[in-house]
Nanobody, 117 residues
Framework: QVQLVESGGGSVQAGESLRLSCVASGSISSINTISWHRQAPGKQREFVASISVNGWTHYADSVKGLFTISGDFARNPVSLQMNNLKPDDTGTYYC???????????WGRGTRVTVSS
C-alpha cells in the first residue's frame, strides 16, 4: 500500500508560479513511477508529468518548458514546479504512484490550482 498527500495548490494570477508537492508513504520501495495529473471542471483527468525511479521524466506537450517534475520518492517529495501559469492550467492536481506490480497504482486526494486572468 502507498499513501500520497498533495500540497501547494492555491489561487494565482496568470504568469505566476506554483510549486506542488507529493509526499509518499507506505511501501515506497515498491514505487516505479510517480506522476501528476489534472482535472479541470467538467473535463477528463489528463496526464501532466511523470518521473520514474531512475529519474526519467516525461511531460505532456502542453506543459513542456513550463513545468518541471523532480524528486526521488523516498528522501524528497516529488514536486511539480509550474511557471508562467495560464487560466487553462486551472484544475485539481492529483499525484499518482505506480508500483512494479502490473496494474497496481494509487491516487492522492488532489490539490486545487486556480489561475485567474
Amino acid at each position: 500500500q502507498v499513501q500520497l498527500v498533495e500540497s501547494g495548490g492555491g489561487s494565482v494570477q496568470a504568469g505566476e508560479s506554483l510549486r506542488l508537492s507529493c509526499v509518499a508513504s507506505g511501501s515506497i520501495s515498491s514505487i516505479n513511477t510517480i506522476s501528476w495529473h489534472r482535472q479541470a471542471p467538467g473535463k477528463q483527468r489528463e496526464f501532466v508529468a511523470s518521473i520514474s525511479v531512475n529519474g526519467w521524466t516525461h511531460y505532456a506537450d502542453s506543459v513542456k518548458g513550463l513545468f518541471t517534475i523532480s524528486g526521488d520518492f523516498a528522501r524528497n517529495p516529488v514536486s511539480l514546479q509550474m511557471n508562467n501559469l495560464k487560466p487553462d492550467d486551472t484544475g485539481t492536481y492529483y499525484c499518482k504512484a505506480e508500483t512494479r506490480a502490473y496494474g497496481d497504482f494509487y491516487w492522492g486526494r488532489g490539490t486545487r490550482v486556480t489561475v485567474s486572468s
